[in-house]
């Protein structure tokens, strides 16, 4: 069942998935399992890892000599970029940008700003008014100028090539759950990569089972677009059958002010993972998320025989940045 496209391995897979035992006897309500991609391995981890393995190659393909991406300022995706750089002996440029207004000196330096130099990233902060994207795509023109030979991954790695990423995970939770066990996949939706490419894997793999994205960002139906369309991006790329559009679900509820302000229910969902499981999730993603899904099942969203799977995307890395929100 392997995609048949160029892939280095870059990390630990399949990713363990465990049951939430403490957490589900607490919320008294669905069983509720755990996808560890914060386990991946690669630079502490995470769902890009996943995207990499994929997109590497095609840098590489393209004779690529420098790795060119964006991100915010505690992005994981560049954090695990430059981990893959490192690695696979490739000169790293990252472009943060500023997202959080008033951002504490900690969120400037510490967290994932900090691996990312570690892991000997070049980091160019983008002035306020410019857009990311544009700003890298001048730098790469100067940086072609200069005789480097520059591959542009977008921000999160989500597009055709690293959604097969997911299209991947679907193919290890579809054969871990031999049984069918699991009625919905409960995720973080940013850039939308993770999970257009679990979307498709559904289609691709035939599964049943209902994924509900979780809005770290924009409103539900600017994310479900955004991710639909991926999806069909990546269908094209694979051949196989585009997913329905009504396959794309997302709520919008747990984003609070915007993307990256910490919520209080942001805080008590990382509490509780992290008091109740030994697990920790991170401020921007996998602990709205975990919210998220806390809520729909006040809300009785799920029925008590439903059996979730949150794939824990990581993030963890960028805790330190935040201490100051808890
Ligand atoms: C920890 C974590 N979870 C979830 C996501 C969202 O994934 P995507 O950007 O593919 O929607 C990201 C993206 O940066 C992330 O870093």
Redesign the pocket.
């Known amino acids: 069942m392997n995609l048949k496209f160029d892939r280095i391995s870059l990390g630990h897979f399949p990713t363990p998935i465990e049951y939430l035992q403490n957490i589900t006897k607490h919320l008294n309500g669905p069983k509720i399992y755990i996808k560890r991609d914060d386990c991946t391995g690669l630079g502490t981890g995470?769902?890009?890892t996943r995207k990499l393995e994929f997109l590497m190659p095609d840098a590489i393909k393209n004779k690529a000599d420098l790795i060119v991406t964006v991100g915010a300022i505690q992005?994981?995706?560049t954090r695990q970029t430059a981990a893959a750089c490192a690695v696979l002996g490739l000169k790293c440029l990252i472009v943060l940008e500023q997202r959080l207004a008033d951002a504490p000196n900690a969120y400037m330096t510490s967290g994932n700003v900090f691996l990312d130099k570690l892991f000997g990233a070049e980091i160019i902060f983008c002035p306020n008014k410019k857009d990311v994207k544009e700003y890298a795509e001048e730098i790469m023109i100067e940086r072609k100028n200069k005789g480097a030979n520059p591959y542009y991954i977008p921000v999160?790695g989500?597009n055709h090539i690293g959604e097969l990423g997911y299209v991947e995970c679907m193919r290890e939770i579809i054969q871990y759950d031999k049984d069918n066990l699991f009625t919905h996949i409960v995720l973080?939706?940013?850039?939308?990569?993770?999970?257009s490419g679990t979307v498709v894997g559904k289609t691709y793999f035939k599964s049943n089972v209902k994924i509900v994205g979780i809005s770290?960002k924009d409103e539900k139906n600017i994310q479900e677009e955004k991710v639909f369309k991926l999806a069909q991006s990546a269908c094209k790329y694979i051949k196989c059958e585009p997913p329905q559009r009504e396959d794309v679900l997302v709520f919008d509820g747990y984003v609070g002010s915007g993307y990256g302000v910490p919520t209080e229910g942001m805080k008590e969902a990382v509490k509780l993972m992290a008091t109740k499981e030994g697990i920790l999730l991170?401020p921007v993603?996998?602990g709205k998320c975990f919210n998220g899904l806390q809520d729909l099942i006040l809300k009785k969203y799920f029925k008590d025989t439903d059996k979730l799977l949150f794939i824990h995307?990581?993030?963890a890395a960028s805790l330190h940045a935040y201490e100051w929100a808890f």
């Open positions: 995470g769902n890009k992005s994981n995706h999160g989500s973080a939706t940013g850039s939308g990569g993770t999970h770290v991170d993603y996998s995307t990581g993030g």
